[in-house]
């Protein structure tokens, strides 16, 4: 088997079980491998360490599959995993539920993660089911080297109907990938999907949607601002289909404005709307940028109970961390001067590249520069399928805080 040698000293972070060898690390690469072909990694010494999955192009020159040495990588390694990932879903209550007749009551959706990457130590894949249909999001080499097992795999593990692929995510050009989209497996009837979520129907849109159709990471944030909106005026900043808005107008909202600059998505979300019978004159829609939107608002000296910020990523990695933090913190002190005392703030930031304790701080600065007190009442971070492997802190990515604005 082709094989990576570490430089002296370099083993450090495998040892802890952290998944990534980064280039830097790399000593040398003997047997020529192909982008994605497992490799034995071994150190200066050339002990063995991990069988990874090589990856020529990307910063991450490899990342691993089994730190076993008596595991081989292959299909039944794969069934094996993907399994388990199943096996901890179910535990969680997360299972796939009949898609005709009455939903158990149980059963709180039928969207979820089955995959999470490192975090199920499946580097690169993500796997996201929607009823009986599965979205696959293939980021890297080794994942790409294994996408037909894999697509064979994953139908025999779920009985799904349909496979599609996603793998047009930005990540892949890290990774010298191109874009690639379309059935992988499977009968497909529409691109449109209909889910459910904690008593809601919600279009998906898996063909043309963000990531593979649908923000699951959010699920339980977007319950808890539906227990928090009963009377009050609620603005959703950044709300693609419609996600918080329609869980805030089922609360008992007293109105919700949403804002985006996609029509597509407002008009996912209008529809989204009705087809949960939610009562159209409590719900305004505005195609904007939130930037120049909240500028406006602060303008009209136009006042909320309950704001959403929900940005996308303004920092995949931490080299973007500084430009990202002026936007996030832009949005933060608009929010907080756009609330009425004893109004409630439940800020997002996706970014990789900015960790909890970052985003706290920037939050802090801008109620500072707002002119306003406030506290934390909830840390709110991504939906338990998207779990964090504890030897794989980045897969901590979504962190939220609950502010209250004192009066
Ligand atoms: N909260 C949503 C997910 C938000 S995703 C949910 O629970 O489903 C981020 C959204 O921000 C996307 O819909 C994107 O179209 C929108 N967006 C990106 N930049 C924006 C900007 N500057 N102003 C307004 N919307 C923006």
């Not at 500028?295 to 961390?321: C, E, G, Y």
């Not at 929010?335 to 005392?341: C, I, Q, V």
């Not at 492997?389 to 604005?405: Q, R, S, T």
Request: net charge neutral.
């Amino acid at each position: 088997m082709p094989a990576l040698f570490l430089k002296p000293e370099r083993e450090k972070s495998l040892l802890r079980r952290h998944p990534w060898v980064f280039s830097g690390a790399v000593e040398r690469v003997s047997g020529d491998p192909r982008p994605g072909e497992t490799v034995d990694v071994c150190n200066a010494r050339g002990q063995w360490l991990a069988r990874a999955a090589y990856s020529p192009v990307s910063q991450i020159r490899a990342r691993v599959w089994t730190f076993d040495p008596d595991e081989a990588v292959d299909a039944d390694f794969f069934r094996r995993r993907i399994h388990a990932a199943l096996q901890r879903r179910a535990v969680l209550g997360f299972s796939p539920v009949p898609q005709t007749g009455e939903r158990p009551a149980h059963v709180t959706t039928d969207a979820f993660r089955l995959v999470h990457a490192e975090s199920d130590g499946l580097p690169g894949l993500v796997v996201d089911r929607y009823g009986d249909v599965l979205v696959l999001q293939s980021l890297t080499a080794g994942s790409d080297f294994w996408r037909e097992t894999l697509a064979d795999l994953l139908m025999e593990a779920t009985g799904a109907v349909a496979l599609y692929e996603r793998s047009d995510a930005d990540v892949r050009a890290l990774e010298g990938l191109a874009p690639r989209v379309g059935i992988l497996r499977g009968v497909w009837h529409s691109p449109r999907l209909s889910i459910y979520e904690h008593g809601l129907n919600v279009w998906v849109d898996v063909e043309r949607g963000h990531k593979t159709g649908f923000y699951l990471d959010q699920r339980t944030n977007r319950k808890r601002v539906g227990e928090m909106a009963q009377g009050r005026d609620v603005l959703n900043c950044f709300c693609y289909t419609g996600g918080f808005t329609l869980h805030a107008a089922a609360g008992g909202a007293n109105s919700v404005l949403s804002v985006d600059t996609s029509a597509e998505a407002l008009a996912l979300a209008r529809e989204n709307a009705r087809q949960n019978a939610l009562p159209s004159d409590r719900l305004d829609w505005l195609e904007a940028d939130v930037f120049t939107a909240l500028r406006k608002f602060r303008d009209q000296n136009r006042s909320w109970d309950l704001i959403i910020l929900d940005p996308p990523k303004f920092a995949p990695t931490a080299a973007q961390a500084e430009k990202a933090a002026r936007g996030y913190k832009d949005i933060n002190r608009l929010a907080f001067k756009l609330l009425r005392p004893g109004g409630i703030l439940v800020t997002f930031s996706c970014s990789g590249g900015i960790d909890a304790a970052l985003f706290q701080k920037i939050v802090a600065s801008a109620a500072l520069d707002a002119g306003v007190d406030a506290q934390i009442v909830e840390h709110l971070s991504q939906a338990p399928d998207h779990p964090v492997a504890l030897h794989f802190p980045e897969g901590a990515y979504l962190k939220g805080l609950v502010c209250i604005k004192c009066d």
